[in-house]
């Protein structure tokens, strides 16, 4: 199971990080991504990284914003989210993917957490 956590409310400018802890097996060996998908939209990739952590990958929209880390020992993930926008609000979810390099695709995921709300002000 994953768990994302530290979704809020913050102002457009400000910065949130999202933790994703896993339960119940280890994804240490698993690709990670964080997915968002806003009121009436389609979701979307956001970042992606490698089961080592040394790639990663992330959509224009949020690149040099958004840094995705992961801590294999402590078996989270996160995404440091800066200078945050008002079109960055939408509920984030964090997902895994035990055979693919850097998957960026939503089909290649195996595994979902619930979301995180996010919601930037302006």
């Known amino acids: 199971q994953l768990q994302a956590s530290g979704g809020g409310l913050v102002q457009a400018g400000g910065s949130l990080r999202l933790s994703c802890a896993a339960s119940g097996r280890t994804f240490s060996r698993s690709a990670m991504g964080w997915f968002r998908q806003a009121p009436g939209k389609e979701r979307e990739f956001v970042a992606a990284i490698s089961w080592s952590g040394s790639s990663s990958y992330y959509a224009d929209s949020v690149k040099g914003r958004f840094t995705i880390s992961r801590d294999n020992a402590k078996n989270t993930v996160y995404l440091q989210m800066n200078r945050l926008k008002p079109e960055d609000t939408a509920v984030y979810y964090c997902?895994?993917?035990?055979?693919?390099?850097?998957?960026?695709?939503?089909?290649?995921?195996?595994?979902w957490g619930q979301g995180t709300q996010v919601t930037v002000s302006s």
């Open positions: 997902a895994a993917d035990p055979s693919s390099w850097l998957p960026y695709e939503e089909y290649e995921y195996d595994y």
